[in-house]
């Protein structure tokens, strides 16, 4: 039997209010999907606190670790504007799938 591997990341909606709150949430969700591909659908999100930009974070690392492909999808400007402030740009949360 042979395993087939599939490119097409899986999406995962983030939820609007990103506080700290919805860390513990976040955390455990995106440990549940890692080591495939995954786009994060950031378009809804209307907040981002810390907390939660410290999980994407270690997402982002983690996704690296594994040679996977994580990447953001369609970030609203709420979103973009609290990686900003913090002093981050999407490329920190992004990990692409080396070249073979």
Do not use: Y
Not at 59 to 80: E, I, K, M, N, V
Request: include cysteine.
């Amino acid at each position: 039997m042979s395993t087939v591997f599939d490119p097409t990341p899986q999406i995962f909606e983030l939820p609007a209010v990103l506080d700290l709150k919805a860390a513990p949430a976040l955390a455990a969700c995106l440990a549940a999907l890692r080591g495939a591909p995954l786009a994060l659908d950031a378009g809804r999100v209307e907040r981002l606190g810390g907390q939660c930009l410290q999980v994407l974070l270690a997402a982002s690392h983690g996704w690296r670790a594994d040679a996977a492909a994580l990447t953001l999808s369609q970030p609203s400007p709420a979103f973009l504007d609290g990686l900003r402030l913090m002093g981050l740009t999407e490329a920190d949360l992004t990990s692409e799938e080396p070249a073979a």
